[in-house]
């Protein structure tokens, strides 16, 4: 994909307060996502306070999907319009959509960030150390991760000042690595001199979403996950079969209801909140059965999942390449006077270059 390199009228203003999150692009996103993030950036995006920067990390997904990087492809169409369908508006001139492997400047900066990253810093990332007990042969891209992740952020540090500001939106899991890429960030400026400003990390709410088989979060590689484009019956289905309360084996049995993952997503999800308490006193009273309450679980996921296809259905044909050459065009400029400070600071900037 090339990037178009007139400037358009969204990218005319600079902006003190940035946003820069992203995701994986290896397939559809579900509703966990939604929960762990994308109901934030909405949220984010609508106060229109912050030029945001939502990443799709396709370099980052090589790093589990080498083997099969075509798959990657469709995968980023299929994240865009998911963005698309939850509300996440490229249209708005605070809003870029950035597809990660076309900014060079992004590439370099995290070479150049590696030669002061220290390696048993790296090893030390909780995120790494779970994957190697693992991985057998984990690849230097791997392991080179919390470095990448690092040049993601500070690709589109604002111009350091009172007023700036760089915010993270990520998972309660993921703050190791705000603390790695902040004292990376913190060596950077005092080694050298003043370039980066430090991120703040905004960690989401509600967290991880459980499965629908109640033992880990939802994932589409474990088969415990309901899709945002998921149609109705998928929904259904997915519903039937979810697990509940293990303990329960009769209707009329009290059940429990704070670590069931029926009655965790009646909570994240139902918008008929007196429904959701009258259920939770009847179940715990052993008053209703599983099949009541799943049915109008499964209800309340497709009143809350009919306008997210609505709005997928009418970005069917949008072009996404358009959508991804406008926005990481605006995160190159952002990134171009990073890279040439720190460049000039490590004295890599020659007459002529």
């Given amino acids: 994909m090339g990037c178009r390199h007139q400037i358009t009228p969204k990218e005319q203003k600079v902006y003190l307060k940035r946003v820069l ?15 762990g ?69 992004r590439h370099e900066l995290s070479v150049l960030l590696s030669m002061i990253a220290r390696y048993k810093e790296v090893l030390r990332n909780p995120t790494l150390k779970t994957e190697l007990r693992t991985q057998q042969d984990a690849t230097v891209g791997f392991m080179a991760y919390p470095v990448d992740q690092a040049a993601d952020i500070y690709m589109v540090s604002p111009q350091p000042g009172s007023e700036s500001e760089l915010l993270v939106p990520v998972g309660r899991d993921q703050s190791p690595h705000l603390e790695f890429a902040n004292s990376l960030a913190r060596r950077f400026n005092k080694k050298y001199g003043l370039v980066f400003v430090p991120c703040t990390a905004l960690v989401g709410k509600l967290g991880r979403l459980v499965g629908i088989d109640g033992m880990t979060k939802m994932s589409k590689s474990l088969n415990n ?21 293990p303990k329960r084996v009769r209707a009329d049995i009290p059940g429990d209801t704070r670590n069931n993952p029926v009655f965790i997503y009646h909570r994240a999800f139902n918008a008929d909140k007196a429904q959701v308490r009258d259920l939770g006193r009847l179940y715990r009273a052993g008053r209703v059965g599983d099949v009541e309450v799943k049915r109008k679980l499964a209800k309340a996921l497709n009143d809350f999942l009919d306008p997210i296809r609505q709005r997928r259905l009418q970005y069917e044909s949008v072009d996404v390449r358009g959508i991804l050459e406008e926005g990481t065009w605006a995160a190159r400029k952002a990134c171009q006077p990073v890279v040439e400070r720190v460049r000039e600071l490590m004295h890599l900037s020659y007459p002529g270059g």
């Fill in 21 to 35: 999150t992203g995701m994986r692009t290896t397939g559809s996103l579900h509703l966990g996502h939604y929960v």
């Fill in 37 to 105: 993030a994308l109901k934030q950036w909405k949220e984010i995006q609508d106060t229109g306070e912050y030029e945001c920067f939502f990443l799709l990390a396709d370099v980052q997904a090589l790093t589990t999907h080498a083997d099969h990087p075509e798959l990657l492809t469709k995968s980023v169409r299929e994240v865009v319009l998911d963005w698309l369908s939850v509300g996440l508006d490229p249209n708005l001139p605070h809003v870029h959509f950035v597809l990660q492997s076309q900014v060079p400047e």
């Fill in 225 to 245: 996950a309901i899709n945002l484009s998921d149609d109705r019956k998928t929904v259904e289905e997915s519903v039937r079969r979810m697990f509940t309360d």
